[in-house]
C-alpha cells in the first residue's frame, strides 16, 4: 500500500481590538503594505489574509465603536486563536477605557492564546519611563500569561519589525502545543564520519518497522533549498522537511487536528535551518553534539513535542563514508 500525498492549509485567526480611532486599521494596512493615506473606521468587522513567514493569518480587524464592543467582539475573540490589542496612548482620556475593555477581552479569549498588546504613540515622542509607566498602569491586575506588551508607531514604524517578529514566531510556537502530538522524531545528519540516525520516540508509542519502512526514508534535498512533504498513511501523518544534509521527520497522531501541519511545519523547516547553521559553524559535528542539541531544543525547549514524558533515544550510524 503506498501512502497518499496529503497537502493542507489551514488558516490561524488573529483578532486585531481596540476602541476606535486607536489605529488598528492603519496597523493592519501597513502589514498588508496598503496605502495609508486614507483611513476610515471599521464599520463592524473586516477580513484580510496575511502571509506570515509561510503561515495564512486569518486577520480580524473589529469595529471599535461601543455598539460593535457590545455586539460583536465577544463571539469573534472567543473564537480567535490569538488577540492583537491597540490602544492609543496620546489619548490618555480613553486610556480607562481601554482597559477595562481589555480586560474583557482577556476573559473571553482562551487562556492559553497568546497576546499582543501594541501602544500607539502616534507621532508623539515618550520617554522610556513614560511609556513603562503606562504599561504598568495598563497590565496591573492581569494575571493572564503569553502577553506581549509593545509601544510602537505605525507611522513611523517603530518596532514594527517586533511585530511582525510576534506574528510569524510567538503565535505559532505557543498555538503548537497541545495541538497536535508528535508520537515520533526522526533526524539524519550527515557528517564528517557518515550518516547518523537519531530517533525520539513517546513511551507509549506501539510503532513498527512496518508502519514505517514504506514512508520515512534517509534522503536529503538535491540543493540546500529545503524541501518539504506532508503524508497521510494509516491512522497516522508523516512530516519531512530536509536540506541537502539534515532531514527530520516527524510523526503525528490525533489527525483530527489537522490545522496544526502548516505550523508544524514551520517549525520543522526552522529546526533544519538552525542545524545547518550549526554545522556550518563547526568543523566536525560530532555525535555528541548532535544530541545534545536535539534533546535542548525538542525536549527542553518543547519545540514541536508536547509531550512531557521522556523520550526514549537512540542512535545509528547508519552509513560510513570511510567504507564507500
Given amino acids: ?117 501594541l501602544f500607539n504613540m502616534r507621532d508623539e515622542e515618550f520617554s522610556n519611563s513614560e511609556v513603562k509607566s503606562i504599561v504598568k498602569k495598563f497590565s496591573d491586575g492581569v494575571r493572564k500569561k503569553n502577553i506581549e506588551y509593545l509601544s510602537t508607531s505605525f507611522s513611523s514604524g517603530k518596532n514594527f519589525d517586533r511585530t511582525i517578529n510576534w506574528l510569524a514566531s510567538s503565535i505559532i510556537q505557543q498555538l503548537i502545543v497541545d495541538k497536535i502530538t508528535v508520537e515520533m522524531f526522526i533526524s539524519y545528519i550527515k557528517t564528517d564520519k ?68 502548516n505550523l508544524l511545519t514551520k517549525l520543522l523547516i526552522e529546526f533544519v535551518k538552525d542545524l545547518q547553521g550549526i554545522k556550518k559553524t563547526k568543523t566536525g559535528l560530532t555525535e555528541t553534539e548532535i544530541t545534545r542539541y536535539l534533546l535542548s531544543n525538542i525536549i527542553d525547549k518543547q519545540v514541536f513535542w508536547s509531550v512531557k514524558a521522556a523520550p526514549l533515544f537512540e542512535v545509528t550510524l547508519i552509513r560510513d563514508f570511510q567504507d564507500e
Fill in 194 to 261: 557518515g550518516v547518523y540516525e537519531m530517533r525520539l520516540t513517546t513511551p507509549q508509542s506501539n510503532l513498527n518497522s512496518d508502519i514505517l519502512s514504506p514512508v520515512i526514508q534517509c534522503k536529503f534535498s538535491s540543493s540546500h533549498f529545503p524541501i518539504i512533504e506532508i503524508l497521510k498513511y494509516r491512522d497516522r501523518q508523516f512530516i519531512m522537511a530536509a536540506d541537502d544534509s539534515v532531514s527530520c521527520w516527524l510523526v503525528t497522531t490525533r489527525m483530527e487536528q489537522i490545522r496544526s501541519t
Fill in 1 to 117: 500500500m503506498s501512502p497518499n500525498y496529503y497537502y493542507l492549509k489551514r488558516d490561524i485567526s488573529v483578532t486585531v481590538a481596540g476602541l476606535e480611532n486607536s489605529g488598528k486599521t492603519y496597523f493592519i494596512n501597513r502589514l498588508l503594505g496598503y496605502n495609508n493615506t486614507i483611513i476610515t473606521s471599521t464599520m463592524g468587522v473586516n477580513h484580510e489574509l496575511y502571509n506570515a513567514d509561510g503561515i495564512i493569518l486569518d486577520i480580524t480587524d473589529l469595529g471599535g465603536l461601543p455598539s460593535f464592543r457590545k455586539t460583536l467582539w465577544k463571539s469573534f475573540i472567543s473564537r480567535s486563536d490569538a488577540l492583537i490589542y491597540v490602544t492609543d496612548i496620546t489619548k490618555k482620556d480613553q486610556l480607562h477605557e481601554s482597559k477595562k475593555w481589555f480586560t474583557r477581552s482577556l476573559n473571553w479569549l482562551k487562556e492559553e492564546n497568546p497576546v499582543l498588546v
